[in-house]
């Protein structure tokens, strides 16, 4: 197992599934605070870590959600939105070797408590990406998250405002209460976004129904979907020959569908069955900072606990850079940096 951890921990990775706001660095939280003023569950690093992250399955994927309250602090300036999106790419290459990242955030809620103007911060996001491309071996993309909680009218103002900076943004992603906000809700919504070209990934059976999955697949017709993980209870195999057929890339993020008890252990995550079944899966870390994991942890706990081999595991590569929503020359200069 100690060669596994190592080669692992050297080989190139791709991340498509990953939040701005779950990447918040511990040490970064405590500065924050200081210079905003704004108030911690405790100042004591060990207890704050406690409160911060989630290391044991949480009651509900609500109560998981409740826990980026923190994070959301953290994104008090223009200046806290650059440092944070900075320090996000460089634990992604530094500690995990990722050669191919889509960081994706939602303007709602990252950046409406602080009231930042979303052009203003998307625009240091964006530079700040372009910069490390620069500088580092990596390639990297923003995705505009829609939070479906926040209502259908804040998911359309979202989609204009994506619509309005097409040059910066890879994509498109609904996020959070599936099951409050049905996928046939968006679907006149999401029409500008196919018209604009801009690629849809939408959160779906991460938790609810597994007819979710296939509801959003025929309502929205994204090309990959984020956890998709209810799609194996369907017995009868119908989701997921559908998630098939339709092409979808799958975003799975294991340690976290644990953690949001979207599956009952580490396990029972269909990560396996759906590679078998002959759907593109790829590999993420979520939120890594709240939910304690990263890209090392993930392909472990994928080869260790849920029996796929290394070979398996540079397949889901093939499918990231296949399904990635970046330009094809900088998926073509990932593919060469993968190794593939
Ligand atoms: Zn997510």
Known sequence: MEKTADTILAMPKAELHRHIEGCVRL???LDLAAKYKFNLPSADPAELDRAYRLRAPGASLAAVLGMFGLAQACFASYEAVE??????LEDAYKKENIRLLELRYSPDFMLGRAGLDWQRAHDLIAAVCARFEKDYRMV???IVIASRSYGLESARRTIEFAAANKKTVAGFD????ESDYPPALYAGAVKQLHAEGIPLTVHSGEEGHYSQVSDTIKALAPRRIGHGVKAAEDRSGATVELVKKAGVTIETNPWSNYLTRAVPSVEAHPLKSFLAAGVKCTIGADD?????TDLNNEYRLAVERMGLSLEDIRRTLRFAVEGSFLSPDRRQQAAKELGL
């Not at 440092?83 to 996000?88: L, N, S, V, Y």
């Not at 609904?174 to 209460?177: K, R």
């Not at 890594?288 to 304690?292: G, M, R, S, T």
């Open 288 to 292: 890594p900072e709240i939910l304690a």
């Open 174 to 177: 609904l996020a959070d209460s």
């Open 83 to 88: 440092r944070i999106t900075f320090e996000a």
């Open 140 to 142: 990297c993309g923003v």
């Open 27 to 29: 040490p970064t939280i």
